[in-house]
């Protein structure tokens, strides 16, 4: 029987983990719940990221019957993995340890550059997770990427002008402590739209680690046996219901960019305050 999987993240960008997560698992039933109301959980603190996640992956699991839960939201898995976990009885896969995985396979000089909001650079939860890894690592908050998605400018002048500006303070301050680095990991759901700007940028030959493909592998290793990945895209029988707690209609307009196909009805949900 086919798994019903819950993608949660706290806008659409997680839309990029439920389509890697689609190609692997052609006959899985997801939904997937962008807390749009609440966007952005970056600038916001621990307790009321936690306590927003919680009833979130709590909605997946109690009213739409997820057996396991993918947090397709780098800041609710720093910060709120636990919170998540105390929540519900199903088995939950954050995007932190899968990234770092991926930095750790990618990296020949042992040192990487980790990008994401303020609030999983504050918690330290990459620095732990690479650092884990035997990796050394640096990271940087860009509050600015995530409002110019948001905005759709994906491929726009001002954005590769603040990805260069970002990426190149990031670069001084790696130098200025010795490093070498040579993979960056895109600790944002939102930052994969921005991959091709952020490849211009990167030295010649370094690695860009986007955690929508290495969370998505992680599941396939932890659902292991109940699907098998595919390698021919979205299959017709992959159902997929899309939930937002606001902005419905800016949902579908833009969804589709982060999923690669059209996100179809995106149904309205309140989850109080
Ligand atoms: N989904 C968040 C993340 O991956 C970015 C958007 C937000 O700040 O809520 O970190």
């Keep these: 029987m086919a798994p019903t ?77 636990d ?22 396979a990618a990296s020949r000089t042992g040192d990487v550059l980790v990008v994401a909001t303020e609030a999983t650079v504050h918690s330290r939860a990459y620095t732990a997770a690479c650092q884990a890894h035997g990796l050394r690592v640096l990271e940087k908050a860009c509050p600015l990427l995530v409002p110019l998605v948001e905005e ?36 944002c759901t939102h930052y994969p739209l921005l991959r091709p700007l952020f490849e211009r940028v990167v030295r010649p030959g370094a690695k860009v680690i986007d955690s929508a493909e290495s969370v998505a592998q992680a599941a396939v290793q932890l659902l292991n046996g109940s699907a098998s990945p595919a390698a021919t895209g979205n299959a017709p029988e992959t159902e997929v219901r899309c939930f937002a707690t606001d902005s419905v209609e800016k949902f579908e307009r833009l969804g589709s960019r982060f999923l690669g196909r059209p996100v179809g009805h995106v149904e309205l949900i309140d989850l109080g305050g």
Excluded at 53 to 65: D, T
Aim: hydrophobic letters at 45%.
């Design 5 to 81: 999987i819950g993608v949660f993240d706290s806008g659409f960008g997680g839309l990029t983990v439920l389509r890697a997560l689609v190609e692997r698992f052609p006959h899985a039933r997801f939904a997937f719940l962008g807390d749009t109301a609440r966007l952005p959980y970056g600038s916001k603190s621990r307790r009321t990221i936690a306590r927003y996640a919680a009833q979130s992956a709590q909605f997946l699991v109690n009213e739409q019957g997820a057996e396991f839960l993918v947090i397709a939201c780098n800041t609710a898995s720093a910060l709120a993995l």
């Design 83 to 104: 919170a998540i976990q105390d929540a519900v009885s199903v088995p939950v896969l954050g995007v932190i340890e899968p990234g770092a995985a991926a930095a750790r």
């Design 152 to 187: 759709g400018w994906t491929d726009h002048p001002v954005t590769a002008e603040v990805i260069e500006i970002y990426l190149n303070e990031l670069r001084a301050e790696a130098e200025s402590r010795g490093m070498n680095p040579d993979t960056l990991v895109l600790g």
